[in-house]
Nanobody, 123 residues
């Protein structure tokens, strides 16, 4: 199995910065894509940013120019640097990974989620 552990959430004033980190561990053969999603109260979970094993990145329009996603393939970690935070960025942020595991029974690709970390931006 694979576990994702997030860290770095908290409370910050509008205009401030936070950095989220996520570490993947377990029987990992290859992490194909890692990303961050967020879910505000009463809303659906939406993608914020993602990065492939090859380094290609994608961002939600609402965070372009403010957030930067980065990945360390050797350490199986992904980080999200969030600058110029706005109150509307307030949400629970979830780490996500698309992981291929190699077992004696074959290889399997599954989607994994972290437990979530709260980000609150005050106005």
């Amino acid at each position: 199995q694979v576990q994702l552990v997030e860290s770095g959430g908290g409370l910050v004033q509008a205009g401030g910065s936070l950095r989220l980190s996520c570490a993947a561990s377990g029987t990992i053969f290859r992490i194909n894509t890692m990303g961050w999603y967020r879910q505000a109260p009463g809303k659906q979970r939406d993608v914020v940013a993602s990065v492939t094993n090859g380094g290609s990145t994608k961002y939600a329009d609402s965070v372009k120019g403010r957030f930067t996603i980065s990945k360390d393939n050797a350490k199986n970690t992904v980080s999200l640097q969030m600058n110029s935070l706005k109150p509307e960025d307030t949400a629970v942020y979830y780490c996500n990974a698309d992981v291929t595991r190699a077992t004696t029974g074959g290889s399997y690709t599954d989607d994994y989620w972290g437990q979530g970390t709260q980000v609150t931006v005050s106005s």
